[in-house]
Protein backbone atom coordinates (compact mmCIF):
# COMPACT_ATOMS: atom_id res chain seq x y z
CA UNK A 1 0.00 0.00 0.00
CA UNK A 2 2.92 2.52 0.58
CA UNK A 3 4.76 2.06 -1.96
CA UNK A 4 1.75 2.04 -4.09
CA UNK A 5 0.98 5.85 -2.53
CA UNK A 6 4.26 6.56 -2.81
CA UNK A 7 4.09 6.18 -6.41
CA UNK A 8 0.80 8.02 -7.31
CA UNK A 9 2.66 10.95 -5.73
CA UNK A 10 5.77 10.51 -7.61
CA UNK A 11 3.82 10.65 -10.95
CA UNK A 12 1.16 13.77 -9.46
CA UNK A 13 4.23 15.25 -8.81
CA UNK A 14 5.88 14.62 -12.34
CA UNK A 15 2.56 15.66 -13.85
CA UNK A 16 2.85 19.04 -12.23
CA UNK A 17 5.93 19.92 -12.44
CA UNK A 18 6.10 18.95 -16.03
CA UNK A 19 5.98 21.58 -19.13
CA UNK A 20 2.66 22.09 -20.34
CA UNK A 21 1.43 24.48 -22.62
CA UNK A 22 -1.98 25.07 -22.16
CA UNK A 23 -3.51 27.47 -20.39
CA UNK A 24 -5.83 27.50 -17.04
CA UNK A 25 -9.22 28.51 -17.60
CA UNK A 26 -12.13 28.63 -15.49
CA UNK A 27 -14.76 28.46 -18.60
CA UNK A 28 -14.69 24.82 -18.61
CA UNK A 29 -14.44 22.19 -16.26
CA UNK A 30 -12.34 20.94 -13.59
CA UNK A 31 -11.76 17.91 -11.57
CA UNK A 32 -9.67 17.02 -8.91
CA UNK A 33 -9.09 16.77 -4.84
CA UNK A 34 -9.89 18.27 -1.80
CA UNK A 35 -8.99 17.79 1.46
CA UNK A 36 -10.51 19.04 4.26
CA UNK A 37 -13.89 18.47 5.83
CA UNK A 38 -15.13 17.12 3.72
CA UNK A 39 -12.60 15.44 1.93
CA UNK A 40 -12.75 13.69 -1.83
CA UNK A 41 -13.28 14.31 -5.68
CA UNK A 42 -14.18 18.18 -6.49
CA UNK A 43 -15.92 18.51 -9.97
CA UNK A 44 -16.31 22.30 -10.73
CA UNK A 45 -18.74 23.09 -13.88
CA UNK A 46 -17.60 26.89 -14.88
CA UNK A 47 -20.41 28.61 -16.44
CA UNK A 48 -19.97 32.21 -18.11
CA UNK A 49 -17.67 34.85 -16.51
CA UNK A 50 -18.49 34.51 -12.89
CA UNK A 51 -20.95 31.40 -11.99
CA UNK A 52 -19.70 27.77 -11.32
CA UNK A 53 -21.35 24.65 -10.08
CA UNK A 54 -18.92 22.98 -7.61
CA UNK A 55 -19.80 19.40 -6.16
CA UNK A 56 -17.48 17.30 -3.71
CA UNK A 57 -18.16 13.81 -2.81
CA UNK A 58 -15.91 11.92 -0.49
CA UNK A 59 -15.66 11.47 3.12
CA UNK A 60 -17.18 13.71 6.02
CA UNK A 61 -16.06 13.76 9.64
CA UNK A 62 -12.16 12.86 9.25
CA UNK A 63 -10.71 16.40 9.70
CA UNK A 64 -12.19 17.67 12.88
CA UNK A 65 -11.93 14.40 14.50
CA UNK A 66 -14.37 11.36 14.10
CA UNK A 67 -15.54 11.21 17.27
CA UNK A 68 -17.75 13.87 17.90
CA UNK A 69 -21.12 15.25 20.28
CA UNK A 70 -24.19 14.80 18.05
CA UNK A 71 -28.18 14.64 19.23
CA UNK A 72 -28.00 12.81 22.45
CA UNK A 73 -25.14 10.51 22.01
CA UNK A 74 -22.34 10.82 19.06
CA UNK A 75 -20.33 10.05 15.91
CA UNK A 76 -17.54 7.33 16.16
CA UNK A 77 -16.46 7.28 12.45
CA UNK A 78 -16.15 8.65 9.37
CA UNK A 79 -19.01 9.11 6.82
CA UNK A 80 -19.73 9.30 3.07
CA UNK A 81 -20.76 13.17 2.12
CA UNK A 82 -22.39 14.72 -1.03
CA UNK A 83 -22.21 18.73 -1.05
CA UNK A 84 -22.76 20.69 -3.87
CA UNK A 85 -22.45 24.92 -3.99
CA UNK A 86 -23.73 26.94 -6.75
CA UNK A 87 -20.85 29.66 -6.85
CA UNK A 88 -20.21 33.07 -8.16
CA UNK A 89 -16.50 34.07 -8.49
CA UNK A 90 -14.35 37.21 -9.78
CA UNK A 91 -10.76 38.15 -10.89
CA UNK A 92 -8.77 39.61 -8.01
CA UNK A 93 -5.72 40.07 -9.89
CA UNK A 94 -6.06 41.98 -13.64
CA UNK A 95 -4.24 38.57 -14.85
CA UNK A 96 -7.07 36.75 -13.49
CA UNK A 97 -4.52 34.38 -11.96
CA UNK A 98 -6.54 34.61 -8.53
CA UNK A 99 -9.92 34.87 -8.04
CA UNK A 100 -11.95 35.04 -5.27
CA UNK A 101 -15.35 32.88 -4.81
CA UNK A 102 -18.45 31.93 -2.47
CA UNK A 103 -21.63 30.49 -2.59
CA UNK A 104 -24.60 28.25 -1.43
CA UNK A 105 -25.44 24.81 -1.33
CA UNK A 106 -26.25 21.78 0.95
CA UNK A 107 -25.24 18.51 1.88
CA UNK A 108 -26.12 15.49 2.74
CA UNK A 109 -24.02 13.00 4.91
CA UNK A 110 -24.46 9.45 6.41
CA UNK A 111 -22.13 8.50 9.28
CA UNK A 112 -22.28 5.94 12.44
CA UNK A 113 -24.32 7.54 15.46
CA UNK A 114 -23.77 5.99 18.43
CA UNK A 115 -27.29 7.19 20.43
CA UNK A 116 -26.97 6.74 24.45
CA UNK A 117 -30.30 4.46 24.03
CA UNK A 118 -28.40 1.99 21.71
CA UNK A 119 -25.99 1.01 24.59
CA UNK A 120 -23.10 0.88 22.39
CA UNK A 121 -24.72 -0.07 19.29
CA UNK A 122 -25.29 2.30 16.42
CA UNK A 123 -27.48 3.36 13.46
CA UNK A 124 -26.60 4.99 10.12
CA UNK A 125 -27.99 8.30 10.44
CA UNK A 126 -28.51 9.91 6.71
CA UNK A 127 -28.38 13.90 7.69
CA UNK A 128 -28.79 16.73 5.44
CA UNK A 129 -28.46 20.63 5.53
CA UNK A 130 -27.31 24.02 3.80
CA UNK A 131 -23.72 25.08 3.50
CA UNK A 132 -22.11 27.78 2.68
CA UNK A 133 -18.71 28.62 1.25
CA UNK A 134 -16.22 30.93 0.30
CA UNK A 135 -12.12 30.78 -1.11
CA UNK A 136 -9.73 31.67 -3.48
CA UNK A 137 -8.80 30.35 -6.43
CA UNK A 138 -5.09 29.88 -7.69
CA UNK A 139 -4.73 29.59 -11.93
CA UNK A 140 -0.39 28.94 -12.69
CA UNK A 141 0.29 31.02 -15.46
CA UNK A 142 0.76 28.14 -18.27
CA UNK A 143 -0.18 25.18 -16.25
CA UNK A 144 -3.70 23.47 -16.95
CA UNK A 145 -4.23 23.21 -13.16
CA UNK A 146 -5.49 25.03 -10.44
CA UNK A 147 -4.96 25.02 -6.74
CA UNK A 148 -7.98 26.40 -4.28
CA UNK A 149 -8.09 27.13 -0.28
CA UNK A 150 -11.70 27.63 1.13
CA UNK A 151 -14.05 27.89 4.26
CA UNK A 152 -17.24 27.44 5.15
CA UNK A 153 -20.43 26.20 7.42
CA UNK A 154 -22.57 23.78 7.07
CA UNK A 155 -26.13 24.05 8.78
CA UNK A 156 -28.01 20.55 9.15
CA UNK A 157 -31.92 20.62 9.03
CA UNK A 158 -32.36 17.19 9.10
CA UNK A 159 -32.13 15.03 11.95
CA UNK A 160 -30.53 17.89 14.21
CA UNK A 161 -31.73 21.17 13.42
CA UNK A 162 -28.86 23.79 13.83
CA UNK A 163 -26.29 21.59 14.19
CA UNK A 164 -23.18 23.76 13.01
CA UNK A 165 -20.06 22.22 11.38
CA UNK A 166 -17.10 23.64 9.84
CA UNK A 167 -16.69 22.78 6.30
CA UNK A 168 -12.57 24.21 5.25
CA UNK A 169 -10.45 22.61 2.65
CA UNK A 170 -8.01 23.36 -0.13
CA UNK A 171 -7.03 21.18 -3.01
CA UNK A 172 -6.00 21.21 -6.37
CA UNK A 173 -8.47 20.56 -10.04
CA UNK A 174 -6.86 19.78 -13.67
CA UNK A 175 -8.69 22.18 -15.70
CA UNK A 176 -9.91 21.12 -18.98
Known amino acids: ????????????????????????QYNNWSVGFRLGEPSGVNIRKYFGSNHAFDLNVGTYGGLYGNRRKYRDGDYRSVGLSV????????????????????GFGGQINTRRYYANRLNGQYEN??????????????FPASKPYSFFLETGLYVELLQAPFFLNLNSGLGIRYNF
Do not use: D, F
Open 1 to 24: MKKSILLLSLVLLGWLCGPNQAQA
Open 83 to 102: QGHYLWHKALTSSESIRGYY
Open 125 to 138: ALTLGGSGIAGVEV
